[in-house]
């Protein structure tokens, strides 16, 4: 099968046009670097099956950081048999200057003028037949995402790659050409493959080149003394990089752009408005908050019970639809529910009903009973108590991928990269951790885009707390329950909380990792904002369908075998006698027992009940997947025969059963949702984390998410619990900034302590 190689630009749509021509639904972002692997999927609606191979955006084929090296590696050794170069139409001019490094290799290329489609909104005329001459290459319009023209795309390339190309450079600086010449003589000597590409990159000084062909340096050098010229003083790379610009602005875009006749005013407008909205949401003083207002009306149209606050505004409606359908599960005596509460309402009805019908089958089959609770009480309610989440979690990533798809996400980091770079941490870093929202393991995965090794590290350890999808369903389900235990008013504010909570320690401390253990250089941060457009339906979908599928999967398959597992530990005696109804000397609860003590700072450990072990159980099974810990506390109330407690609950019921039985405070409830939200990952990402980490840093990080989620949980605890106690955590906090000071001063020898000094 042929293989042809996705190239070009970060964010010109590469990757939209990998899903359009494949089928698949890999991560599309409107910010660049998103992707960092190199992916493969067939076409298969062409006159011949062809393999598509999407790579990492490139600027150049000069790498600097490892995802760059991914895609200039593929094309020079994994010899694909045509490049599809494709090309931002909005942004020729700096789309060209990779494609003009394209061109020095001798692989056919096809390019592709993607965004046509706004190309024309523009009114923008681009003659590609002209370009196309102009390159040597042929040149297709196609729209990625509104998927014009990539059969035509498709059939070009093949026949394409049936063909052969010379390698051309635009370079014409006759003495550069001159070394380039010489030096391309001696690679094809050798019988070194795209002798051309190698000979330019060797006089462009290119590090990497040079580390690969020490040998042809000698000839720059020879030929720098013969020609003694003023030229071979500068710096050949700036030399070769003007030579190409000068080439792409005026040979290559003078000639084939026409911008349409328009009203001045009308571009300046236009420009205007998005300069303007930008002059807002990343200014610099109300950026941050205008980010942070933004989220919190989010979480309250996806978690409030009381739209727009109005019966705490004392707003009253008439009781017209008392005793109906409506009520529950449109409002309650509290207020109006948020869309997301009506859909998880609607779920919870239909589950709930479910398992009731089927354990009426069972009972009435006369099945035995302890099969009757495995399936109902065990698999069934742990199952539905996390799918009971899923609405609010998909409306959550709804809104998170209509702010990353207009382009408003990559402001935040913008903004945040202003505010936190004098504390070493760049705004590049953001974009992995604002995916981690959606789930850690591509979130770790992402950052292969830093640049800065110690930088990266720092990153993967805080992408966790930027809490994921699947911890969704434990704070739901704790500040549920913590609204109908504890009067706090409403579920959206300490949802909305926690999740500033997990930011904040994120950034505290990366900012302290990068004062003391990863110090690195700044790397500069280049991004430039990606335009604004209106969020594309087909991208969201992708998104929420993505989601989707993996909450279903993992439910019936991680959720659903360790559901069975602890029903089995819960149900049975260390000599495998089966209790029903009660977990009195059940395995698992001599183990929870056992490490009950163990959070006692965190204020879910001794102090509660003899019960008071199944948090700690919970937290431990979360390990597994984050969804298990609502799933495992509702199974155990469901077992030990909560009253009042239907399978329908969905977990907010079993949280509410466990506070009472176990005597969990306020303070105790929501150290318990940050402990989980800040410990040690689930296991997919701990993998991650592990196969992106070399061993020593892995196990440090093991111990930073133990270490960060016990401290911080335990002041959440204390503090609350004991107002006072928040002036020991300051003095002990001023002391450890005092000693990484006085460290860092001593590091860099600006403090000299007799006989410490080396
Ligand atoms: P990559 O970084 O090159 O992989 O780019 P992506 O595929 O992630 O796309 C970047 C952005 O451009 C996304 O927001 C896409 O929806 C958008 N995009 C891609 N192709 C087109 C197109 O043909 N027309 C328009 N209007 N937008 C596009
Ligand atoms: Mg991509």
């Known amino acids: 099968m042929k293989k042809f190689a996705l190239i070009g630009n970060p964010n010109s749509g590469k990757t939209t046009l990998f899903n359009s021509l494949t089928g698949s639904t890999a991560y599309v972002g409107n910010w660049p670097g ?3 692997e190199k992916r493969e999927g067939v076409y298969k609606k062409g006159s011949e099956q ?16 490892p995802e760059e090296i991914i895609s200039r590696d593929f094309i020079l050794h994994n010899k694909p048999d045509c490049i599809i170069n494709i090309i931002d139409a909005t942004n020729l001019e700096r789309n060209l200057y990779l494609t003009l490094q394209v061109l020095e290799t001798n692989i056919p290329v096809v390019v592709a003028l993607n965004m046509i489609d706004l190309v024309k909104k523009e009114g923008t005329k681009i003659n590609e037949k002209r370009l196309s001459e102009l390159l040597g290459v042929p040149v297709v319009p196609i729209s990625a995402l509104k998927e014009q023209n990539l059969n035509a795309l498709v059939e070009e390339s093949i026949k394409t790659s049936n063909t052969k190309r010379e390698a051309w450079t635009s370079l014409n600086n006759s003495k550069i050409n001159d070394l380039i010449e010489t030096l391309n003589k001696k690679l094809k000597e050798d019988k070194v493959d795209n002798s051309l590409f190698h000979a330019i990159k060797l006089a462009e ?5 040079i580390q690969d062909y020490p040998k042809y340096l000698r000839y720059i050098e020879e030929y720098k003394i013969n020609f003694d ?40 407008s236009n420009s205007n408005i998005s300069n303007k909205i930008d002059s807002v949401l990343t200014n610099k003083w109300v950026g941050i908050p205008i980010f942070f207002a933004l989220l919190f009306v989010i979480f309250h149209l996806v978690f409030s019970e009381d739209l727009f606050y109005l019966h705490s505004l004392g707003v009253t409606f008439g009781n017209n639809f ?13 207020g109006i529910n948020s869309v997301g509460v009506i859909l998880m309402n609607f779920v919870n009805s239909i589950t709930g009903g479910f398992s009731e019908w089927i354990r009426g089958l069972m009972e009435g089959a006369n099945v035995q009973s302890w099969a009757v609770g495995l399936v109902c009480d065990g698999v069934f309610s742990g199952i539905f108590a996390v799918i009971g989440f899923l609405p609010q979690i998909l409306l959550l990533f709804l809104f998170f991928s209509i702010l990353e798809d207009s382009g408003y996400m990559a402001r935040v980091a913008f903004i945040l990269d202003r505010a936190l770079r004098k504390f070493g941490v760049s705004g590049k870093a953001f974009m992995p951790m604002i995916m981690g929202f959606g789930c850690s393991v591509p979130a770790m995965i992402n950052t292969r885009s830093l640049s800065d090794e110690k930088e990266r590290i720092a990153t993967i350890r805080v992408i966790p707390f930027f809490s994921c999808g699947a911890k969704l369903p434990i704070l739901v389900a704790v500040a549920g329950s913590m609204v109908i235990m504890f009067n706090v008013p409403n579920a959206d504010l300490i949802t909305f909380l926690i999740y500033v909570l997990g930011m904040s320690v994120a950034v505290l401390t990366l900012i302290l990792m990068k004062s003391t253990t990863m110090k690195g250089e700044k790397p500069p941060f280049i991004m430039e904002l990606p335009q604004y457009h209106l969020p594309q339906i087909k991208a969201l979908m992708i998104h929420l369908w993505d989601k989707i599928k993996h909450f279903i999967k993992k439910a019936f398959t991680i959720i659903f075998i360790s559901t069975i597992f602890i029903w089995v530990l819960q149900h049975f005696t260390w000599d495998w006698q089966y209790i029903d109804n009660s ?24 102090q509660l009940t003899s019960l008071g072990w199944v948090f700690a159980v919970a937290a431990i099974t979360g390990l597994i997947a984050k969804e298990q810990v609502p799933a495992t506390l509702t199974i155990l109330a469901v077992s030990i025969g909560a009253s009042g ?12 059963f466990m506070i009472n039985q176990t005597g969990l405070t306020f303070a105790g409830a929501l150290s318990f949702i940050v402990f989980n939200l800040l410990t040690i990952p689930c296991f997919a990402a701990v993998a991650t984390a ?14 930073f998410w133990i270490a960060t989620s016990y401290i911080v949980s335990s002041f959440v605890y204390t503090v609350i619990t004991w107002w006072w106690s928040l002036f020991i955590w300051l003095v002990v906090i001023t002391l450890v900034f005092i000693g990484i000071y006085l460290f860092n001063l001593y590091r860099d020898g600006k403090l000299n302590i007799k006989g410490l000094r080396k």
Not at 246 to 261: D, H, M, N, Q, W
Not at 690 to 703: D, H, I, M, N, Q
């Open 34 to 36: 998103v992707t960092v």
């Open 50 to 65: 062809v393999s598509i191979v999407d790579l990492p955006g490139i600027y150049s084929l000069s790498p600097y950081s």
């Open 205 to 209: 000084n290119d590090e990497k080149e």
């Open 229 to 268: 010229d003023e030229l071979f003083h500068q710096d050949l790379e700036a030399l070769i990089a003007n030579d190409r610009y000068e080439y792409i602005t005026e040979s290559l875009v003078s000639e084939v752009i026409t911008k349409k006749e328009v009203d001045y005013y009308d571009i300046k």
């Open 322 to 334: 008392e005793g109906t359908m409506f009520e529950g599960l449109f409002y309650t005596s509290n």
């Open 583 to 606: 977990i009195d000397k059940s395995i698992l609860e001599s183990l929870g027992q056992f490490v009950q003590p163990l959070f006692t700072p965190l204020g879910f450990g001794s």
């Open 645 to 656: 407690i239907d399978v329908e609950g969905n977990g907010i019921d079993a949280m509410v």
């Open 690 to 703: 592990r196969g992106e980490l070399r061993r020593g840093t892995f196990k440090w990080t093991l111990l």
